[in-house]
């Protein structure tokens, strides 16, 4: 039979059977997948205690009988004496006698079956021992609620920190306007996933080894077996897994809400939670100071330290004296890290994929010449737009020691689209590659930005970072700024004025300025 059953059979509440099994007045057997499997002859030994309880016999007299310490008969005789002892403190007998005197009866005339029938306990009505008779419950929802919020955000930055140290993801929540949506489909999808694998993966050895996870810590909260005992792996993993499926749902959305919902209704109604069947929560009171303290310093700090790890991400897989080919592969892997998908002498508007392909893609080969994305259209637009620059070097010793490139165009009619993208990305990856590079007080993604927030926009610009001096100049008359659909920033030719443009992009030793 399940707890359930028994709980109807025996008239007994789940918190009152399972105290009787943390007494050693009931051992049920357990099935192939570690749950409770109550027989017939536990049924019989629950209505046995039950009965003895009504007539009010302790728990030592009750255990004594059953193992064979005492005869029930003797047991019996001494406790009736007992109660003829303690007879006028029985709370069901002064029920009585009140009513009795309420109704002002006289010996000759009252209806003695009447007073009688009040003393018979109804048939379902569990009697007071009964109610002292269990496993405290603690409930606390919402301590419970914040310590697994906790835990739950750790195991997320442990993933973050692989994503981020060892593979070189950009753990932005931004995803660009252009992202495809099948990416994010998976990336939502993958993230339920590892979340709920990692849960399984080390909170069970949490509560194995300590009994409690950092967030249950900081609120005071304990988990052990009945008894005392730390919980086997076994039983903290059955016990994780049933509460990633009642009370979370698996973390999918909507039902997930469905589940918190249920959970915290029946946690407030003390009822026993589907995963506490076969452990016990502990509280201590007197940690919740400790837990909200920590709840308020967490947010920020996970926000922090969220972003410190994607700055990490952001550094260029080459480090220190790079080469061409290193250069490159750098620029390419930045281009990745910060979703730019698309052909950057061409602004967003014309190369923005539609209807599922892909932007057209250029990047740089192993002698920084530009090539196509394999999978993706090359837009030339027939020269309306001026070309993408080449990169130059100066070297010694095949290391790079400068890099640079410009561009000029007089009275043509070509449209000038910002080589923003194209000068942020080389100077992440250059700068962030040399040694003496620190992510404070710039980080690739503000040296990123800087960049772009002038160069978009056809600002000069000069700083110095890293021992690397980063400049750049613009001339150009007979212009007009012009926005796109995008918000991008395309110089136009006056029609009838002398157009002119130049560009000069450098990036070098600040000890080889001048």
């Known amino acids: 039979m399940t707890i359930k059953e028994i709980e109807a059979l025996s008239g007994m509440t789940r918190a009152n059977i399972r105290f009787y099994e943390s007494q050693g007045l009931l051992t049920p057997a357990r099935d192939s997948n570690g749950y409770r499997n109550y027989t017939e002859e536990d049924l019989e030994t629950l209505k046995r205690i039950r009965l003895l309880r009504t007539l009010h016999l302790s728990l030592d007299d009750i255990r004594a009988a059953g193992n064979g310490e005492k005869d029930l008969g003797d047991v019996l005789l001494n406790h ?27 010996y000759n005339t009252f209806d003695a079956q009447h007073y009688l029938d009040l003393m018979d306990m109804p048939r379902h009505t569990a009697p007071p021992e009964l ?169 920020p700090f996970s926000v922090i330290l969220q972003d410190t ?62 090539a196509k994305r394999p999978g993706t259209p090359y837009i030339n637009q027939n020269g309306e737009y001026a070309p993408l620059p080449e990169f130059q070097f100066t070297e010694k010793n095949g290391v790079i020691t400068g890099i640079s490139f410009s561009y000029s165009v007089e009275n043509e009619n070509v449209k000038i689209s910002s080589y923003g993208e194209s000068m942020a990305l080389a100077a992440v990856s250059y700068l962030c590659a040399q040694d003496d590079y620190s992510i404070q007080p710039d ?45 991008s920033a395309v110089l136009e030719p006056v029609y009838g004025e002398d157009a002119r443009f130049s560009v000069e992009f450098t990036m070098k030793s600040a000890g080889m300025a001048g």
């Open 131 to 299: 109610e002292h008779d269990t496993v405290p419950k603690v409930t606390a929802p919402w301590r419970r609620f914040f310590a697994r919020e906790i835990d739950v955000t750790l195991y997320s930055l442990l993933w973050s920190a692989f994503l981020a140290l060892v593979i070189g993801v950009n753990i932005s929540e931004d995803f660009p306007l252009d992202a495809s949506l099948s990416f994010l489909l998976l990336s939502t999808i993958g993230s339920l996933f590892i979340t709920n694998v990692i849960v399984l993966l080390v909170e069970p050895l949490l509560l194995t080894f300590t009994g409690t996870t950092p967030g249950k810590f900081c609120f005071g909260l304990q988990v052990t077996a009945d008894g005392g005992k730390r919980l086997t792996y076994r039983e903290a993993l059955r016990r994780t897994w049933d509460v990633l499926r009642k009370g979370y749902g698996f973390y999918i959305p909507i039902y997930w809400l469905i589940r918190m919902y249920r959970s915290y209704k029946a946690c407030k109604n003390e009822e026993i939670l589907y995963w506490e069947e076969d452990s016990v929560l502990i509280l201590n009171k007197g940690r919740l100071p400790l837990g909200i303290c920590v709840t308020i310093a967490f947010i």
């Open 443 to 487: 980080t690739p993604e503000e040296i990123f930005s800087r960049i772009k927030e002038h160069a978009d926009f056809f600002e000069d610009f000069i700083f110095t970072d890293a021992g690397i001096m980063v400049e750049c100049d613009f001339n150009y008359e007979g212009y007009d700024l012009a926005f796109d659909s995008y918000g």
């Open 80 to 106: 009736l004496r007992h109660l003829k002892e303690e007879q006028n403190g029985l709370v069901q007998c002064q029920d009585v006698c009140e009513q009795m005197c309420r109704d002002h009866v006289a």
């Open 309 to 370: 790890l994607n700055q990490y991400a952001a550094i260029p897989p080459n480090t220190g004296d790079l080469t061409v080919e290193e250069f490159c592969e750098n620029f390419n892997d930045t281009q990745e890290f910060f979703f730019i998908e698309r052909q950057l002498n061409l602004p967003p508007s014309i190369t923005s994929g539609i209807a599922g392909i892909p932007d057209s893609a250029l990047y740089l080969d192993d002698h920084a010449g530009w």
